[in-house]
């Protein structure tokens, strides 16, 4: 069967104004010469009607004016530069998560770069080498900032558009609401960041609470999703479809199903899955989120509409992304270092560990390795480890605390290895694992990007209270 597949048609553009064109950069050899992207996002105060007409909008901090933030949409080795104005009353930071891109553009404030003040801005520009799904969000006063709403989405576009009738985005975001609809106060709550986390009671797509999405049976999507939730780990299941994994934190993994076809997604973790629509025209269908037990609620449907299928049967062609330029770590050479992720409240809601911690500092409840970096960055921290340029490094991450911990590195992504010694199939790679209480996740990767990287869970109230470290690449 030949038929021509249109390239992905669900390209909303909401930028704050349009984008501009600056001269072409020049490339290295083999790269097409690509025009420069050009962004502005003002962080500010706005308004958003979270959860429907039936209640008064909430007042959000947000990107432009909108929540989640304008999509920067942009092609695999095309430079990128975003004027970043800070409108918000407090000191801001934009860290790109997830891209591979120079130290000095991390947007760790201190660290990377000074914060941007009331007033001020900051012109981020990077060339984004791998194609997938990323995000942006502040990395300053991150609590309040990204649970009043600060995040949007990366898209790197492949160089050929892969065969799908269409390509969704749905940036999942967890809120604490009052009954009146407004952001619940309270944020740095000491008794939660030594447990889950804030996890909040709304949870939205698209900056909307969703009744349903709709569909074209026999149609093949490809939906990115994206968790910018403060706390909130999902689970979700798509009844009676079974979605493909396809990428995992942007990177392409080998094509796979997941056991009960349930897609966890810890915070900060972006899955790209292929949904082939073949239910049955008119029908709906639950997208469920059943992580938390007794707590699963259903985050949106798939409503077919009346048409006849698209094509009788599934699209035959390929669900495998073209690997991105990652370099591949040698693990018989490799250099081996292990993160002992502590603290937090065991079940009976005492401390764990405290006493054996003398890094401990005041208001921490996690550590690494016995040390508690907190907040959300700033000058002089010193690194827990020194690598070496160049140099393989296997980082085994053991979670000897009660919780799950979603654990990012800045500045590069790193192969998923092993889990509690089984090794993880489907070539996958992350820069934000998921690590389960008590378990161990060993992972890898090339220190080719000089700098000072951080490395912390993305569970936000952990990341302040301690969670935190540096790794430095000299
Ligand atoms: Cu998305 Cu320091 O993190
Ligand atoms: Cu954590």
Redo the contacts with the bound molecule.
């Keep these: 069967m030949s038929m021509t597949i249109p390239p992905a048609i669900s390209r909303r553009c909401f930028l704050t104004g349009a984008a501009s064109v600056a001269a072409a950069a020049s490339l290295p050899s083999g790269a097409h010469s690509a025009q420069t992207a050009e962004f502005s996002l003002a962080a500010k105060p706005g308004r958003a009607p979270l959860v429907g007409k039936t209640y008064p909008p909430t007042d959000v901090w947000c990107y432009g004016d909108r929540v989640p933030g304008p999509e920067v949409r942009v092609r695999q080795g095309q430079p990128v530069r975003v004027v970043v104005r800070n409108d918000l009353s407090e000191d801001t930071t934009v860290?790109w998560?997830g891209i591979r891109l120079p130290n000095a553009m991390d947007g760790?404030p201190g660290l990377t770069q000074p914060p941007i003040k009331p007033g001020e801005q900051f012109t981020y520009e990077f060339t984004p080498p791998d194609a997938g799904t990323f995000w942006y969000?502040p990395?300053a006063d991150s609590l309040q900032q990204l649970g009043r709403g600060m995040a949007g989405a990366v898209i790197v576009e492949e160089p050929e558009p892969v065969p799908v009738d269409r390509d969704i985005l749905w940036v999942l975001s967890d809120w604490r609401l009052t009954s009146g609809a407004q952001i619940a106060s309270g944020f740095g709550n000491a008794m939660e960041a030594g447990m889950s986390g804030r996890v909040g009671n709304t949870v939205t797509l698209d900056g909307a609470i969703s009744d349903e999405v709709s569909v074209r049976a026999g149609e093949r999507i490809r939906l990115r999703l994206v968790n910018s939730a403060l706390a909130r780990i999902m689970a979700l299941r798509f009844e009676g479809h079974r979605p493909v994994v396809v990428a995992v934190d942007g990177q392409p993994c080998e094509p796979h199903e997941t056991p009960a076809g349930r897609v966890l997604l810890g915070p900060?973790m972006r899955v790209d899955v292929v949904l082939d629509m073949q239910g049955d025209p008119g029908r709906r269908y639950r997208v469920i989120d059943d992580f938390y037990d007794g707590l699963s609620y259903w985050l949106t449907q798939l409503a077919y509409d009346d048409r006849p299928p698209v094509r009788p049967h599934p699209l035959d062609a390929t669900l495998s992304l073209p690997r991105n330029p990652l370099p591949e770590p040698d693990l018989a050479d490799a250099e081996r270092h292990e993160l002992r992720l502590q603290g937090g409240m065991m079940g009976g809601g005492a401390m764990m560990g405290m006493g054996g911690m003398m890094g401990m500092g005041h208001g921490a409840s996690w550590a690494i390795n016995g040390t508690s970096m907190t907040g959300d960055g700033h000058a002089g921290m010193p690194p827990l480890l020194t690598l070496q340029r160049g140099r393989s490094i296997v980082l085994t991450m053991r979670n000897e605390t009660a919780w799950w911990h979603p654990m990012?590195l800045?500045g590069f992504s790193f192969r998923v290895l092993s889990r509690n010694g089984a090794p993880v199939p489907h070539r996958q790679w992350a820069d934000t694992v998921l690590v389960p209480p008590k378990e161990t996740v060993e992972t890898a990767f090339v220190a080719d990007n000089p700098g000072d990287w951080?490395l912390?869970c993305?569970v936000t109230d952990h990341q302040v209270s301690g969670m935190m470290t540096v790794l430095r690449v000299a």
Excluded: D, N, P, S
Aim: proline letters at 0%.
């Design positions: 860290h998560h760790v969000h990395h900060a990012h800045h951080m912390h993305h």
